[in-house]
């Protein structure tokens, strides 16, 4: 058999076993597991909403808005039945859902299907989650026990942190989470730049930022797609992501809970850094299921270059 993902000659370590040997405690590398399947029905989802679309009928909003619901769905009826998840908090539900009996160990927030207006364009999407001990109306730095993304684009890949590194897993054909790479570690300073939102819309210290990153030779990389842009910024060990605030939203666009918590708790694992431009991402407290922030997630120089021109 050639190199390669299928090649089982080789030490193969699974999703299940890099947690163990990770040390993750026992609830919560079961639901971390359990969540990395939903990504499975998820993504059954997503092509049987493309198939629809492949020579039979494109879809609209009103379908890829079913699209959002239907993996909320998934998830949630997952997550009911799972015995270690007492609340449930989502972007397509209105308030924090109480499912199993509220004496189980975690709190799962979810942005079930972040991206889905781009599903008709068959670029990458989304699956963001963060897992926490105590109540999500407090600081990220205070409550998350885990974070996790899953990336549904040419492969399925999903990102985990359980406070104990960053690590990349590759859904294998025969259904498996196969590790990819351990511990990833961003380097100081990378070479890509992610900026969201119209460039008439930012405030003059974001553009100023920006036209620096440009004058510096940083390559422009955005698609869209929340997770498949910071997915890039991970992966290519470098770079920064942001959505910052914008004049007539000085809050930007993405949600603190739902978005950018579990990417800050993942990216400082990589030894990375996340603000809103003044403040560590992790450090802002929750007051409301629907608030955002603006976000400045990456390496270490350009993180603090921001800070530096919005200061
Ligand atoms: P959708 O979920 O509506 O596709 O929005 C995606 C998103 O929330 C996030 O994934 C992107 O980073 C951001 O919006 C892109 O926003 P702009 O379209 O304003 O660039």
Redesign the pocket.
């Known amino acids: 058999m050639g190199e390669g993902i299928g090649d089982y000659t080789k030490n193969i370590v699974d999703l299940r076993r890099h947690m163990w040997g990770a040390g993750v405690e026992v609830e919560l590398r079961r639901l971390i597991w359990q969540i990395a399947v939903v990504g499975k029905y998820i993504s059954a989802k997503i092509h049987e909403a493309n198939r629809k679309q492949a020579g039979f009928k494109n879809i609209y909003g009103e379908e890829q808005l079913s699209l959002d619901r239907g993996a909320d769905d998934i998830l949630k009826n997952q997550l009911q039945f799972s015995g270690f998840v007492r609340q449930y908090a989502s972007e397509e539900q209105d308030d924090i859902i109480k499912i199993g009996s509220g004496s189980e160990k975690y709190i799962v927030t979810a942005d079930p299907l972040?991206?889905?207006?781009?599903v008709d364009t068959n670029l990458a999407i989304g699956t963001i989650i963060g897992i926490h001990k105590e109540s999500v109306f407090d600081t990220g730095k205070k409550t998350m026990a885990a974070a996790l993304y899953i990336t549904y684009g040419p492969l399925i890949t999903m990102v985990y942190s359980a406070g104990c590194g960053a690590h990349e897993f590759v859904l294998n054909r025969e259904g498996e989470y196969v590790l990819a790479q351990e511990n990833i570690r961003l380097k100081e300073k990378g070479s890509i730049f992610s900026p969201?939102?119209l460039r008439r819309d930012w405030v003059p210290q974001h553009l100023k930022f920006i036209e620096n990153l440009e004058k510096e030779g940083y390559k422009l990389r955005y698609s869209?797609?929340?997770?498949p842009?910071i997915n890039q910024v991970l992966i290519k060990k470098g770079g920064l992501f942001t959505?910052p605030a914008l004049q007539k939203s000085p809050n930007g666009?993405?949600r603190l809970l739902f978005?950018l918590q579990p990417m800050a708790f993942i990216m400082e694992q990589a030894g990375g850094r996340a603000t809103d431009g003044r403040k560590d991402i992790m450090t802002i407290k929750v007051e409301k299921l629907d608030q955002c922030s603006p976000i400045y997630i990456g390496s270490s120089t350009e993180v603090q270059m921001a800070e530096q021109f919005l200061s």
Do not use: Q, R, T
């Open positions: 972040d991206g889905s207006s781009l969201g939102g869209g797609g929340f997770v842009d959505y666009k993405l978005e």
